[in-house]
C-alpha cells in the first residue's frame, strides 16, 4: 500500500513510502462532508506566504500561550519566517488573528524510513494567543492513559475534499471553511492487519468509504469526542488515495507528554532569562 504524509506539498514533498494501491479514485466528500458552524478554539490553520498570499497547508492546536503542537513532517523543511498562523477562525482566508513563528522544534527521533515514527513538532509564536477570547483557546493534553480501540473520535480540518491522491500531480482544492468528521479508532493491531506499519506510539481511525482526513488536514487535531475535549492524535499519514475505507494515522499525543512537557519548560525558562536580562 502507497503512504502518505497529509499535509499540502506546497514547497517539496516528502518522500512516500512503498508499494502498490489499487484503489481508483471516486469523487467522495472527506470528512463526511460537514461544515462547521463554530469555530474550534483550539485549532489553528498553519500558512505559508506564497504569491497569492498566505495560504493552508496544515492544521495545529493550541496547548499553551505562546505553543502550537503540530506534525513534523509540515514544518520540518521550512523556516519559521516563512510561516505564519491564523487562530479563532472558522474561515482560513477570513478572520482570525496572525501570529508569527519564533522557535521551531521538530522531534529529534522524527523519521520517514523505513516507517514514519516521532511525527510531532511543537511551534512557539508571537505574540502569545488571546486566550482571554472566546474563539481562542488551549487542548487540553490528558494523561498518559492509552485511548483503546473503539473510541469515538473527532477530527477537525480544512484538508482538500476530494481524494486525490500525492504524485497525481494536482493540486488539492481545500475548503475555506472547517470541516468535521466523527469516527471511530481501531486498535493498533488491527491498524497492523489492514496494512499500516504503526508502532505504540500512533492512533489509527477508521471510517467508511468516503470518510477519512485528506492532503492539508495534516498536524490537525483528533479530539475525544465524549466527556472533557482531550487530544488524542496529530494527522500524520494515511494511504495514497484519501478515505478509501483505509485507516488514518495519528501521532499518539499521550506517547508524546514527556517531550511535550520538555519543549514548553524550556521556552519558558528561556524567556523568563530574556526577561531578566532586558
Ligand atoms: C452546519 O450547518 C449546516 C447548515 O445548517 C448543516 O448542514 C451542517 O450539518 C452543520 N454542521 C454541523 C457540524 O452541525
Known amino acids: 500500500m502507497q503512504l502518505k504524509l497529509l499535509h499540502l506539498c ?3 514533498c516528502l518522500s512516500l513510502v512503498a508499494a502498490t494501491d489499487e484503489d481508483s479514485a ?5 470528512n463526511g462532508g460537514q461544515t ?3 469555530t474550534v478554539p483550539f485549532q489553528v490553520s498553519l500558512q505559508q506566504k506564497g504569491r497569492a498570499g498566505w495560504r493552508h497547508f496544515c492544521s495545529g492546536s493550541i496547548v499553551s500561550r505562546q505553543h502550537v503542537l503540530t506534525a513534523a513532517h509540515c514544518v520540518e523543511q521550512l523556516k519559521p519566517e516563512q510561516l505564519s498562523v491564523l487562530a479563532g477562525t472558522l474561515n482560513w482566508k477570513s478572520g482570525g488573528q496572525r ?6 522544534h521538530v ?3 522524527y523519521a520517514t524510513t523505513p516507517r514514519i515514527i516521532n511525527d510531532i513538532a511543537v511551534l512557539q509564536v508571537s505574540p502569545a494567543f488571546a486566550l482571554q477570547r472566546a474563539e481562542i483557546a488551549t487542548v487540553h493534553l490528558g494523561g498518559a492513559d492509552r485511548v483503546a480501540g473503539r473510541t469515538p473520535v473527532r477530527l477537525t480540518g480544512w484538508g482538500s475534499t476530494t481524494p486525490s491522491g500525492a ?3 494536482v493540486v488539492a482544492q481545500v475548503p475555506d471553511r472547517l470541516q468535521v468528521l466523527n469516527y471511530q479508532t481501531i486498535s493498533n493491531e488491527e491498524c497492523v492487519q489492514k496494512g499500516f506499519r504503526v508502532t ?3 492512533i489509527c481511525a477508521l471510517a467508511s468509504h468516503g470518510r477519512g482526513a485528506c492532503m492539508g488536514d495534516s498536524g490537525g487535531p483528533l479530539i475525544l469526542a465524549s466527556g472533557r475535549q482531550q487530544l488524542a492524535g496529530i494527522v500524520s499519514y494515511g494511504s495514497a488515495t484519501c478515505a478509501q475505507g483505509k485507516p488514518d494515522v495519528y501521532t499518539r499525543v499521550s506517547s508524546f507528554l514527556p517531550y511535550i512537557g520538555r519543549i514548553l519548560r524550556q521556552d519558558l525558562a528561556g524567556e523568563a532569562r530574556a526577561t531578566a536580562q532586558n
Open 10 to 12: 506546497l514547497v517539496a
Open 26 to 30: 471516486s469523487v467522495v466528500r472527506i
Open 36 to 38: 462547521m458552524n463554530q
Open 99 to 104: 501570529h508569527r513563528i519564533v522557535a521551531k
Open 107 to 109: 522531534h529529534p527521533q
Open 167 to 169: 504524485g497525481s500531480g
Open 200 to 202: 505504540a506510539n500512533e
